[in-house]
């Protein structure tokens, strides 16, 4: 996708978004006004979020790599109710970004979904322990009234304990208690967990604790042995509990030059095709795409030559890292590769460059021992060539931000 053609689009989307609300009677001049946002499309299929109440369209917002607020802001006039964001996303620019968009519009037109860890610095990006400290309670708390300023915010509907690996993670007993007494406060209206790897066991986790609501999981085509992810995502939304999908682009391109896209619609419509998933948040970041996501919203149906599509490129190496820790005990310098194939692909699917240097240098490890290893004798169920895209990614961590800003 090009820049021109993506311009272009823009100007098509807005036209178009301008001329829809002259129709309904409503003057352009007040499009950022809430009383200006024209009804949803009544085409958009609406599923509500397990037990908790609220009424979603089929696909929502992930804002992690946006960092346009006339994006986002198109999105919501679009019929798109939910904006997921979190605490750490570009250092906190991102739901700055999110409540500057947000803060004139009425609160009951929105939904907004941040996230938060359980230690002072994100473990999902920083791995060294001597960095990543416990949080106590308090400062748990204070940590999300932060992110409810930035998002110009009274609260938020969703509060997700972020990237939980383990039963152990979703069940921290800081963390539970800290999320409760925010919602006996109401700074946040429904607790949620997030997870990216073992995510079967976190779901079982969360519905063991009865204090979860919602669960984000990492979700897609590509996912490996995904049954028995299936079958407790079948199980949370039994019990009540709503299912958000998540990484359902896995990774956006094939390959690292960016030349061959992933099918975006059909990879969104293969997430969506069980009942159970309630909504999904890709993460869009220019018209064109979020064009493509809205016609999802509205013919969700997977075609018999999109699944055919995807079962042919599956089998592809791609740059989604499936987080199964399958390498973990075959790296001799313990090394943490699922991290830097995260890396990786921030950097290279996503080009979010930032967040890639996080993930590198949270490593805490400096130069990286796979440059004096003759071989690699890491063995990826991904055909991953581990120590290439290792020392690709390590490069960043030397590269000031501001050429990455």
Request: charged content about 25%.
């Amino acid at each position: 996708m090009t820049e021109h053609s993506d311009r272009k689009n823009r100007r098509q989307f807005i036209v178009g978004g301008l001329s829809g609300l002259a129709l309904a009677g409503l003057a352009p001049g007040r499009l950022g006004a809430a009383e200006a946002v024209p009804n949803p499309d009544p085409d958009i299929v609406i599923r509500k979020l397990g037990a908790t109440g609220l009424e979603l369209p089929l696909v929502s917002m992930g804002v992690m790599n946006a960092d346009n607020p006339n994006l986002v802001a198109a999105a919501l006039d679009s019929g798109i109710k939910m904006l997921d964001t979190a605490h750490y996303y570009q250092r906190g620019r991102n739901e700055e970004m999110v409540g500057e968009v947000i803060k004139d519009r009425s609160r009951d037109g929105f939904v907004v979904a941040t996230k938060a860890r359980a230690s002072t610095v994100d473990r999902s990006e920083v791995q060294d322990s001597n960095k990543a400290t416990r949080e106590s309670e308090e400062s748990f708390i204070q940590k999300v009234e932060l992110s409810l300023e930035r998002l110009h915010t009274d609260y938020v509907d969703i509060l997700y304990l972020h990237s939980c690996k383990s039963r152990e993670d979703a069940l921290d007993e800081m963390a539970l208690s800290a999320m409760q007494t925010l919602k006996k406060q109401g700074k946040i209206r429904h607790i949620g967990v997030s997870t990216h790897s073992n995510q079967a066991e976190v779901i079982e986790a969360a519905l063991e604790s009865g204090v979860y609501e919602v669960v984000l999981t990492a979700y897609n085509f590509q996912t490996k042995n995904r049954e028995e992810l299936e079958r407790a995502m079948e199980r949370a939304a039994a019990k009540g509990l709503g299912v958000v999908a998540m990484k359902t682009q896995a990774g956006v391109f094939w390959d690292k030059e960016r030349t061959q896209p992933i099918p975006m619609k059909a990879a969104l419509r293969w997430a969506l095709r069980q009942d159970y998933v309630h909504t999904a948040i890709p993460g869009f970041t220019t018209f064109d795409q979020l064009e493509d996501d809205l016609l999802v919203m509205k013919e969700p149906t997977l075609t018999t030559e999109e699944a055919a599509s995807l079962e042919t490129q599956e089998k592809l190496a791609g740059l989604y890292c499936q987080q199964c820790g399958t390498c973990l005990d075959q790296c001799p310098a313990d090394l943490d590769i699922p991290v830097l194939m995260r890396g990786y692909m921030y950097a290279h699917g996503y080009r979010n460059l930032l967040s890639a240097k996080d993930v590198v240098n949270g490593l805490g490890r400096g130069d990286l021992p796979c440059a004096t290893c003759e071989s690699c004798s890491v063995n990826c169920p991904q055909d991953f060539d581990v120590r290439e895209r290792a020392l690709d990614v390590a490069r960043i961590g030397q590269v000031p931000d501001d050429f990455l800003v």
